[in-house]
């Protein structure tokens, strides 16, 4: 159950640990020609962790487990985010709900994301079966989400500082096969190319090549390589703008997660969404969670 | 008679089956089609329940069920919600085992499917806003943080006609009652409770499976040709005048080293769901017997608590620890007193329970929860206690004033979550213990199956020592839509 939380926090924009950043919240960055790795992947994270707007709504999120022989699963869910700035050493507070399938209908989970980069999550989870709420502790960072491809640090804990950050240069992006769809997604694409080494050794990987869009900030690909160098895994990110009035939003409308070893994959759809709406505090309490029925 | 039971069984495993391999979204569009009310959401289950007992002379069935469920859910608009969960089942198990036959007519019926009043298992109205949200209706309100055993979490009554083996979310019976729910802090608020209804625990006839030794111990000595017995229950009225009440203050601290420590003050005004026995004798033969089962009204004053340690108290030294638990100060209730199987006669007791809990994730996925309690019961009156000690009340043995308890649960999962082992190990003081091994796999989103083992050790007068003659083998097949 409680992978079951943790893989939720990460579907929606893979949400997760405040950065050790010195970007302003609410406002939104673009990386520019002459920035270091490291100037671009603090722009990548404040994108992802969208700590540019002060909350989000996303009102149907689709999550697709597809096995190697075609073998469908299939969650759905809904999720509120609110943006604190570091009110109180609170980077952010969650709210996510799942839908479907019926079997974790109703199950509810708060989360409150510190800016402390030390720091874990705190984690609320409602049980509908069970009418009660749990507090659960973080999960190991290089564990699965729930049967997913991701991993708990890819979608939740890892951060700026996590990784060495080398710029291998500027290259237009080879195109990506989106598998859901069969669409060719970014052929051409301008990218900043950066070699991301994680400070943890011996770790699950031993290297990944990161693709950041030049138009959105987002990292589009990112290729995994083990112990030999050998590629074994690939996340793809599909982030458009969103331009409600003048301000432009990065955000992810899908993703990707295919591991080349056993050939399983992730997919997730993130559809409505909307930023700066006008959402109190008062929705990221227990009692909210409460009302999750199911 | 057993040729019907066999078709039952056939068809079941059949609708199941086909339900199962049916693909995900096709039972549900068709309930949505169906469906002409678009505020309306529905969903539901179908489920069978298998249990075969293990332990030597004693094999035999102990529970073939199957279960509808049926939820619907009519949001009138952002305010205002109405919710129902309806719930029949049938338990085939007392044609199949002729074990089951001395059981009374009376006692079968209500063995074999639920009561009426049952069947409707929630049915309330939300009204929400920002400041209270109230919910009047039929419902469950669960306190604390304890798994699997009650410190705070005394609300509800408990059907304990499979002991304590299913989920406390099937075990505990509902009550019509109104819930109030504030925001007075940010984080935090109180919770109001007004519970005009009242119902027992429900605990199986003797020569059920789970029957508990105090009710066969019962059952022996009402059968003596040397005894009369005329039982009493005094329990509450179903007024306002017999309401019971309850108030939980709960907050989650924002700032300071405490941060994220959510905590809960609880006190409840209610009658025990588990009756208190009278006995009283007169001259005469067979020798008159009155038999008062008594619902006392107690105070339960309490808390709750919760902490993830998100940051390592040296390095990361501590880090990914939740530490939880809860406290309970029962005042007014009682006990008997006397020797193993004989009550003398009844005192007030007051009781002090508690249990600390400690949850982390090691080795990538495998997930560690113990629990400590610790159950206290003080007499307030005086009994010869060099011969006679408290008596506990599902065994009619002889209670220790301080009883202890460890639980330990293991899980992990395999085949990308898909199949889920766990294992469940209780063990009380006085080496009595249970073992519960379990495994579950998702067949598709709809479709899950599991299987297990229940396995009791202990003395015939402790709490699972009571069942060493009911180890059972079960298996479970859920299909939801």
Not at chain 2, 86 to 102: A, G, K, T
Not at chain 2, 212 to 219: D, E, F, P, W, Y
Not at chain 2, 245 to 258: Q, S, Y
Not at chain 2, 368 to 378: C, L, N, P
Request: proline share 4%; with cysteine; net charge negative.
């Amino acid at each position: 159950m409680k992978k079951l939380v943790l893989f939720m926090l990460s579907v929606f924009f893979i949400s997760g640990v405040a950065l050790a950043s010195e970007l302003e919240y609410y406002k939104v960055y673009k990386p520019k020609e002459g920035m270091t790795a490291d100037e671009i992947m603090q722009i990548k994270y404040h994108n992802k962790y969208s700590l540019f707007g002060h909350d989000y709504r996303l009102s149907k999120c689709t999550i697709f487990y597809v096995e190697k022989n075609g073998f469908t699963q299939k969650k759905e869910a809904i999720r509120e985010r609110i943006v604190l700035g570091g009110k109180n050493g609170v980077s952010y507070k969650d709210v996510i709900v799942l839908t479907e399938p019926t079997q974790a209908k109703g199950l509810a989970i708060l989360t409150w994301t510190y800016e402390d980069p030390a720091r874990d999550q705190d984690t609320w989870l409602w049980i509908p079966s069970l009418k009660k709420i749990r507090k659960i502790s973080a999960s190991e960072s290089d564990d699965s989400f729930m049967g997913s491809d991701f991993t708990v640090e890819e979608v939740s804990t890892r951060k700026f500082g996590d990784e060495t950050y080398k710029l291998i240069g500027e290259k237009e992006f080879p195109g990506y096969k989106f598998e859901h769809t069969g669409e060719v997604k970014y052929k051409g694409t301008p990218c900043f190319v950066i070699e991301a080494t994680p400070t943890k050794s011996p770790w699950y990987y031993s290297k990944r090549i990161v693709w950041i869009d030049k138009a959105t900030g987002g990292n589009i690909f990112d290729e995994y390589y083990d112990a030999n160098g050998k590629l074994f895994k690939t996340l793809f990110r599909e982030w458009n703008i969103y331009k409600p009035g003048t301000k432009d939003y990065p955000k992810q409308d899908a993703l990707e997660c295919k591991d080349l070893r056993s050939g399983h994959r992730t997919v997730i759809l993130n559809q409505e969404e909307a930023y700066d709406v006008g959402l109190s505090e008062r929705n990221f309490t227990e009692k909210m969670l409460e009302r999750s029925k199911w | 008679m057993r040729l019907k039971v066999l078709l039952g069984l056939i068809i079941s495993f059949v609708i199941i089956g086909v339900a199962g391999l049916a693909r995900a979204e096709v039972i549900g569009n068709f309930v949505d089609k169906i469906n002409p009310f678009e505020k309306l959401e529905l969903a539901g289950y179908l489920k069978n329940e298998t249990a075969f007992g293990i332990a030597k002379e004693n094999d035999g069935w102990q529970k073939f069920k199957n279960v509808f469920d049926l939820k619907g859910n009519y949001k009138l608009n952002d305010s205002v919600e109405f919710y129902t969960d309806i719930n029949y089942w049938y338990d085939s198990v007392l044609e199949i085992d002729d074990r089951y036959d001395s059981i009374s007519k009376k006692d079968k019926s209500v063995l074999r499917r639920p009561e009426d009043k049952y069947i409707l298992k929630e049915f309330y109205v939300d009204v929400l806003t920002d400041a209270v949200d109230l919910r009047a209706g039929k419902q469950y309100v669960v306190w604390g943080t304890t798994d699997g055993v009650r410190i705070l979490d005394l609300v509800n009554p408990l059907d304990l006609r499979e002991w304590t083996l299913k989920e406390f979310s099937d075990l505990r019976i509902p009550l019509w009652m109104l819930k109030a729910e504030s925001s007075i802090t940010k984080n935090g608020g109180l919770q109001l409770l007004v519970i005009p209804d009242y119902e027992p625990n429900y605990y199986p006839p003797a020569g059920a499976p789970f029957a508990l030794r105090s009710t066969v111990i019962g059952a022996e000595s009402a059968a003596s040709p040397f005894v009369s017995v005329r039982t009493i229950d005094n329990k509450p009225e179903r007024t306002l005048e017999d309401s019971k009440i309850g108030l939980r203050w709960r907050d989650v601290v924002e700032t300071g080293m405490f941060s994220g420590l959510e905590y809960t003050l609880n006190y409840l005004h209610t009658y025990d769901s588990a009756a208190t026995y009278y006995v009283s004798t007169a001259p005469g033969f067979p020798v008159p017997i009155k038999l008062t089962r008594n619902a006392e009204q107690i105070e339960v004053w309490g808390g709750s608590f919760a902490k993830s340690i998100t940051k390592g108290l040296v390095g990361d030294f501590g880090k990914g620890w939740t530490l939880r638990g809860e406290f309970a100060y029962i005042a007014n209730g009682a006990m008997n007193y006397g020797t193993d199987r004989n009550i003398v006669s009844t005192v007030d007791v007051d009781q002090y329970n508690y249990a600390l809990g400690f949850d982390k994730t090691f080795l990538t996925n495998w997930q560690f929860s113990t629990q400590f309690i610790q159950m206290i019961a003080k007499s307030k009156e005086d009994f010869d206690d060099n011969k006679y000690t408290l008596l506990f009340g599902p065994t009619r043995g002889p209670l220790d004033e301080i009883e202890n308890m460890i639980t330990l649960k293991v899980s992990t999962d395999f085949i990308h979550e898909r199949l889920k082992p766990e294992c469940l190990i209780l063990y009380g003081d006085d080496n009595d213990w249970r073992l519960a091994p379990k495994i579950s796999f998702e067949v598709n989103d709809n479709l899950i199956v599991a299987a297990g083992l229940n396995f009791f050790f202990g003395k015939e007068t402790q709490m699972n020592g009571q069942f060493d003659d009911s180890d059972q083998v079960f298996l479970e097949t859920k299909y939801s839509w």
